[in-house]
């Protein structure tokens, strides 16, 4: 090959190499270019990926093993209790395996019952909470504190006959007193000085499945409910105070009485007889303390809704540790919190929680920060023979809006010979198990259409007005087959809406409450051929106090019907029946994670798109990314229409609200409250401070909007626009310098103009506080932390909303992509026509030496 002939070799190469080039950067000018386009016209990035909740053990499962008896062989029994520790007054999951499953209601079994006891080793039987299983008039002691004397081998206090404590000059078998934590032991076993049936949380006949498993929800009472045991009393001052321990103790029964008879073929021995007692299994219950664990501090007084209350009192122990500063909470319906910040006097609370805005928005001098991401739930609690513990529940709209209008004549009168079904609701399916509605989405009930047995009462519903009434009542509104039947049209079997409900304006309007408008008078007998004595719905369906109430009788088995006639100290009055273990059912409208502290089941509800969901937090935080703005820029309106693609249909979402025009103080201290619930309080958990299970973490925008509110409400109305404040809280001084601390602890409220604070380097550190109105000033967030509240202020500094500054962020960032993919796309071509025109000078081996070089 000449030198003429590598020459053009060189040359062609060359080009070859030039045109490479060129290729690549205009490759990734264009890329720039469509990277830029994707972030402007894409919706803003939704939640990270929905995570499972967490197990509501937190670590502290506790599982026991049976040991064998002289009659019943219990080795291949194992019992977990899914929660020990950081508990309170609350359900909590008991399962169980290798059983021999029961026979009816008259063998093999487990009876569970909670302790108090100071002993290491477990409680005595005088210490728990057992025995009223008498007023049940079973005639045996099963139930019961009583031991049958020389009838139990192994007891060797509970032996000899005792006088009657009842029945002067009679003799009667011993009996295991009640000793409570403070106060006289009991002296009968009838004595209901402390716990009665209608309030004791005893399972007596926890059954066990033909599998041998076996699962309850059992109902743990705090010190608050049951003072005499004393769960969760504080021992010990301060932040180092603990709750005060409990003990759960499970007595398996099998087929035997402790003298190894059987007599009619059922169990008559009570667990407190030695022999049965000697086989129980004992878990620990460490209670959290239970009262004020922040005394002696400025007060900062904040109320509203209950979807926030479970967060919120979880939240207020990790906000007093960090500060001069105790967060009290009262706990009231939406629209009277937001008057209280509308009209405020001397005494009013500065901060409120809401699910809709405060009318005017930031135009009014209030500020709103996304705390909590909740739903409304339908939880259940159903026993039902060869069924058991009913565990799946489909309710569409239409058949909600059969119940909350009490279109089933027995949500109205107890049905008998002399009250039968009213006219009005002739026609109708007696219950909600008798409708082909019900059955079609629920055929495990089919064989309960031609009874009654296991109908589950009313509703629970909550007396308050709210917001999150209103979302129950618009996800009606907004379904067609409901409203058609809300509407009067029946339903594709002939049932109607009860008439009474039409014309209450809820088609049209909505409402925030849920009334009892029917009013059938029943007469509930006791002698036939007397005068009995009246009920009405509310007697047949009473209300729940709150939502938290609602949970808490479905816990129970019951919705507290008083629907029965008894002679009380004279005179006849209304009562409840019994609730017998075995034949429990209720359901109620409560909030997530209330559903979850009282483990309940919850029913999948129907969303848009007709697919049965369950509140997770996949189909929470879906929900979420489906709202649109409200009438307040910025603050999110809960919609049930739009649930499409998974998203759960009662989805709403928690509010703090407070003014700008607040005292600095005040500001400082409730904009602290917003930045820890963005940042270490979406940490879920049952540990004091965290999220509380059932509650779904906020979505990242949603965190950035709390973060931005809190700077702006910290910051203060401008001051031409700033209203006279009114002083809403005792005490208190500016703590705008103070800092973030390390490991979970508080946010920092650094004063403005300032760059955000750093979060605490140990795991979860909470994001630092800058408030700083500098362009540019960011807060670095530590691991697991929230991003530090500089982010945001792009809003802070203008005084436009959340969603205004994230869209004008995405903007300003297409603007400079252009820019740099125009750069990217231009420096090739211009390379390209420089290298079109070489110089007469020019060669192939300059050309090389200019490419090195260049």
Known sequence: MTSADRSRRSFRSLRSFRSFRSFRRR????????????????????????????????????????????????????????????????????????????????????????????????????????????VLGTGTNLLRRIIAAGQDPEETRYTEMIPSPEYPGQMTDPFVPFTPVSGPPTTKPTDWTYYSAADSNEEYLAVTQPDGTGEVGFNLQSVREAPHLGCGDPVGTGPGARGRNCWLVVVPRGSHDPDGSLANGQLHSSPFSATNWNRRLVFPLDFLPVGDACPDKTERRMTGSELVTEAVTSWQAALCAGGATRFTFSQRGEELARQSLLHPTASSPGLAFTVEPVPGGEAAGFVHAPVAVSGLVVGFFWEADRIGLVQRLRLTPRLLAKVLTASYPYDVRLLSDTAPVPAHLAGNP?????????????????????????????????????????????????????????????????????????GLGILENGSDEFPKADPTLTEAVIVRGEKGVDYTQLDRSPYANDLHDAARLVRRGSNGAKDRAEVVDGAPKLVSGPVLSGSRRAYGLTEAATAVRYSLQIAALANADGAFVLP????????????????????????????????????????????????????????????????????????????????????????????????????????????????????????????????????????????????GAAGGGSPGGGTGAAAGTTGAAGPGGAPGTGGPQLAAGTGSTPSQALGTIRWVLLGVLVAGGAAGLAGPAVLGRAGRRPTPSDSPRTGIRNLKSG
């Open 27 to 134: 490759a990734a000018g264009l890329g720039a270019l469509l990277a830029a386009l994707l972030l402007a016209l894409l919706p803003l990035p939704p939640a990270p990926a929905a995570a499972a909740a967490p197990d509501a053990s937190g670590g502290s499962a506790v599982t026991r093993r049976g040991a064998k008896g002289p009659y019943d062989d219990f080795s291949g029994l194992e019992v977990t209790v899914h929660q020990t520790k950081n508990l309170r007054g609350q359900g909590v999951r008991v399962s169980w395996k290798g059983a021999k499953p029961t026979q009816g209601v008259k063998t093999d079994f487990l009876q569970i019952m909670q302790c108090w006891g100071d002993d290491p080793a477990g409680p005595r039987r005088d210490q728990c909470q057992f025995g009223t299983g008498s």
């Open 430 to 502: 007696e219950s909600i198990l008798r409708d082909p509605d019900f059955l079609a989405l629920n055929p495990q009930f089919e064989e309960y259409r031609q009874t009654v047995s296991s109908y589950p009462g009313g509703i629970l519903l909550s007396a308050d007005r709210s917001d999150t009434t209103r979302i129950v009542w618009n996800y009606l509104r907004a379904d067609r087959d409901a409203r058609s039947f809300l509407e009067g049209k029946p339903d594709p079997w002939g049932m109607k809406v009860n008439p009474n409900y039409r």
């Open 616 to 759: 997770t937090t996949a189909s929470l935080t879906e929900a979420v990314g489906q709202f649109r703005d409200s009438a307040v820029p910025g603050v999110l309106a809960a919609d049930p229409a739009r649930a499409r693609k998974g998203a759960y249909p009662l989805t709403a979402v928690g509010y703090a609200a407070a003014s700008t025009a607040l005292p600095a103080a005040d500001r400082a201290d409730f904009a602290r409250v917003m930045r820890y619930a963005a940042g270490p309080g979406q940490k879920q958990g049952t540990a004091p401070g965290e999220l509380p299970l059932g509650y779904a973490p906020l979505p990242a925008p949603l965190r950035l909007r709390a973060l931005a509110a809190a700077d702006r409400l910290e910051r203060g109305a401008p001051p031409a626009a700033r209203p006279p404040a009114t002083g809403t809280t005792s005490g208190g001084t500016d703590s705008g310098g103070a800092t973030g601390t390390t490991g979970g602890g508080d946010p920092g409220t650094t004063a403005t103009g300032t760059t955000g604070g750093t979060a």
